[in-house]
């Protein structure tokens, strides 16, 4: 059977060579081709021409979760990431407010696409350091379905005041890809492990360096 490799022409390199095991293909942009099947039991030299299948208007990139930070210190940041990757997880905003009376839990709440954290008080109102860690609110994070939590270090340094509404950021969709699509432009080569869709991160790319 057959493995069908695809080549997309990203920029304007002169040509690509690859090896499957023993056999080594070499291609020149300068001619007209397709795909290449490669059966699995070949050996030998291979030299073929193709041409670019669709040109890509960027590098294929991986998906990567939208995120946010609240708290401060080495051991008393929580990093709040959107549990989906993708642009969006970039529409979710985290808010940070104290509890109002006296033996409030600890919440975080998502109404709509916005997260509340609510910290803990103790038996007189005030901040319960102890309810309100950096590895107690992350795991009331995390406890959604939406979002994951990761506290920094140790985690034992408690959030201790409210914080004002961010947005969660740098969501970025991935590039879609058939399990085995390879790309390259001038400085790499891209190879997509496994399908790919706008939430996955299956793309690994290899410099192409200077050797011949």
């Known amino acids: 059977m ?24 070499g291609f020149s942009l300068a001619s007209s081709g397709a795909a290449l099947g490669l059966d699995a039991d070949v050996t030998g030299d291979l030299t073929g021409a193709a041409s670019k299948i669709g040109e890509a208007a960027a590098a294929p990139v991986n998906a990567v979760a939208a995120s946010q930070t609240i708290g401060s210190g080495e051991n008393g940041v929580v990093t709040v990431s959107a549990a989906t990757s993708g ?23 998502l109404a709509g696409t916005d997260l509340t954290v609510t910290l803990g008080t103790d038996g007189g109102g005030a901040l319960d350091a102890a309810k309100n860690t950096a ?24 959030l201790a005041a409210a914080e004002a509404e961010q947005d969660l950021e740098n969501g970025v969709d991935g590039t879609a890809g058939e399990a085995g699509a390879i790309a390259f432009d001038a400085d790499f080569l891209y190879l997509c492990t496994d399908t790919n869709t706008i939430a ?13």
């Open 135 to 158: 590895t107690l609110v992350a795991a009331a994070v995390d406890a959604l379905d939406e979002f994951s939590g990761a506290a920094s270090g140790t985690g034992a340094t408690a």
């Open 87 to 109: 642009v969006a997880g970039n529409s979710y905003t985290v808010t940070v407010a104290e509890g109002s009376g006296n033996d409030v839990d600890l919440s975080a709440v």
């Open 200 to 212: 996955d991160a299956n793309w690994r790319r290899v410099s192409l360096g200077s050797a011949y």
């Open 2 to 25: 057959a493995r069908v490799i695809e080549l997309r022409n990203l920029g304007d390199p002169e040509g690509v060579y690859l090896t499957v095991g023993a056999t080594s293909v």
